[in-house]
């Protein structure tokens, strides 16, 4: 069993149908129009490879709250989440829960010093902090090219996932729908760089959350409150609302792990850390991504749940796939503006996560790769912009190919990065005695294993026991990896950290 990184759902089913309404269209169009509107502004602002990688660093905090909650549930709250939990049942909150540690984690062991690092070097990348950590350009240009793995595989999904739900709004075909898709998110990757993402991520999740609140008040309705989705539920199939729903508890704990402890690797939400303006404001970041999840889940789980006591009721047909939970109950139980908010909010939210790995991929090819090569960039903005437009249209093309190859690419995505980055750059950022030799370890490990075991599932040459996953496994041993390597090479550890960087880890 593998983890799936949000839009890979998308890849288990048949294309979204045609909503085929004038409404649905014509809220699509203005939302993409109020995208093009901020791009403009941001190009404007974007001056210098700062201003495209990070923001210039002036990122407020509910800016970069809001960013992050979008970014962090992205299309899979609206589509592929709800018919998740329509499927296995409760144990489908087991991947959200972690969330408020999580956040907590991220405020506290991660993004204060992210951003102070940031500040005191000139940081830009991710893997800038494992190399200024470790004072090792190998390290970082490993990571490098373990992230560049990872997005392939995300893009790739991501701009399918893209090329359905546009498909699905306008009836363009889905080679379109993918080129379409790709075409708006370019238009301000490429010209406005993060700093245009940013703010249309804060436009598009301050709509979403609506949305999603408005729909679940909707669930709530039509079903008679949550004590009529549990007595419909119980009378038909008990299991799904049992603690683990329909997981093993074995498989349940597992989300729980990897998507606690490996959202710290996650570099589209740890590369944001440096755009914050004010990183005394980080005090409040918790509380706020926790109560902004809490919101924009509210359609996760409400769809989910509520479809489920409507089927099971008889008062609604049982649905074609998973996927088409969200868009059924949307056309059959909600007024149809409500519904055209999420279809295009899901084309946005997808948009915005493939902007984000654009932005990432871009300053791997442009700034860690030279780095690690012993070369200097030179002339980042305008190599940047080149960067985005070539992984975009390489992941245009491969989405193109559809099926198995880009499930395949997109099964290992999240927990690669979970695997690389968070021993070498969460628990190096905590630990004195981690070593150069202990990241390079703990980050080729995580490499090699999830590729490894992923490629022998994808073969059907191996597959791991019911509830035991590739991403967890992956996670654990290059952590133990990272601890022993270190503890191997222990000896001048604490000398090979430079002075500012054990400021940074001390504050």
């Not at 972690?98 to 956040?103: F, K, L, R």
């Not at 709509?207 to 729909?215: D, I, P, R």
């Not at 679940?216 to 009529?228: A, D, I, P, Q």
């Amino acid at each position: 069993m593998s983890l799936q990184p949000p839009a890979f759902s998308l890849l288990q089913s048949a294309a979204l149908r045609h909503v085929a309404s004038p409404t649905i269209v014509i809220v699509a169009l203005l939302y993409f129009a109020g995208v093009i509107a901020i791009s403009v502004w941001a190009m404007r602002r974007t001056r210098t490879a700062q201003d495209f990688f990070v923001a210039g660093h002036r990122i407020g905090l509910v800016a970069l709250t809001v960013a992050s909650v979008s970014t962090s549930v992205s299309g899979f709250a609206f589509i592929g989440g709800p018919g998740l939990l329509y499927t296995i049942g409760l144990g489908a909150l087991w991947i959200v829960l972690p969330a408020s540690i999580t956040n907590v984690l991220g405020a506290w062991v991660l993004a204060k010093r992210m951003r102070l690092l940031g500040e005191v070097r000139g940081l830009m990348t991710v893997p800038d902090a494992i190399g200024a950590r470790y004072r090792s350009p190998a390290a970082q240009g490993l990571a490098g090219v373990a992230m560049l793995v990872a997005i392939v595989g995300y893009m790739a999904t991501n701009a399918l996932a893209m090329g359905y739900v546009i498909n699905a709004i306008f009836g363009v075909g889905l080679a379109w729908g993918i080129w379409i898709g790709m075409a708006i998110t370019l238009a301000y990757s490429v010209a406005g760089g993060i700093l245009a993402g940013i703010y249309i991520v804060v436009f598009q999740g301050t709509l979403m959350a609506l949305a999603s609140a408005l729909v679940f008040v909707f669930v709530l309705s039509v079903n008679g409150g949550m004590s009529g989705i549990s007595h419909a539920i119980m009378a038909a199939d008990a299991s799904f609302l049992g603690p683990w729903g329909k997981l093993t508890p074995i498989a349940a704990l597992s989300f729980f792990f990897v998507f606690g402890l490996g959202s710290l690797g996650q570099p589209q939400g740890v590369h944001k850390y440096y755009m914050l303006r004010d990183p005394r404001q980080l005090k409040w970041y918790p509380l706020l991504k926790t109560l902004g999840l809490i919101l924009v889940l509210l359609l996760y789980f409400g769809v989910g749940v509520g479809v489920k006591a409507l089927v099971a009721s008889g008062r609604m047909a049982n649905v074609p796939t998973p996927d088409a939970a969200t868009p059924s109950f949307l056309l059959g139980f909600t007024p149809i503006v409500l519904a055209a908010l999420v279809f295009a909010g899901v084309a946005a939210a997808t948009m915005s996560t493939v902007n984000s790995f654009l932005n990432i991929g871009a300053a791997v090819v442009t700034h860690d790769l030279p780095i690690a090569f012993g070369r200097k960039g030179r002339n980042e903005l305008f190599w940047g912009r080149v960067s985005t437009l070539a992984i975009a249209i390489l992941a245009a093309l491969v989405a193109q190919s559809s099926g198995a190859m880009v499930a395949f690419l997109g099964i290992f995505g999240w927990g690669l990065f979970a695997s690389t980055l968070v021993p070498a750059l969460a628990l190096g950022l905590n630990w004195e005695g981690a070593t150069k030799e202990g990241a390079i370890a703990s980050i080729g490990t995580g490499l090699v294993v999830t590729l490894v075991f992923e490629t022998l599932a994808y073969f059907k040459v191996y597959t791991f026991p019911a509830g035991v996953t590739v991403s967890g496994l992956s996670l654990v041993l290059s952590i133990l990896v990272f601890f022993a390597v270190s503890w191997l090479t222990r000896h001048g550890a604490g000398a090979a950290i430079d002075a500012d960087v054990r400021v940074v880890m001390e504050s």
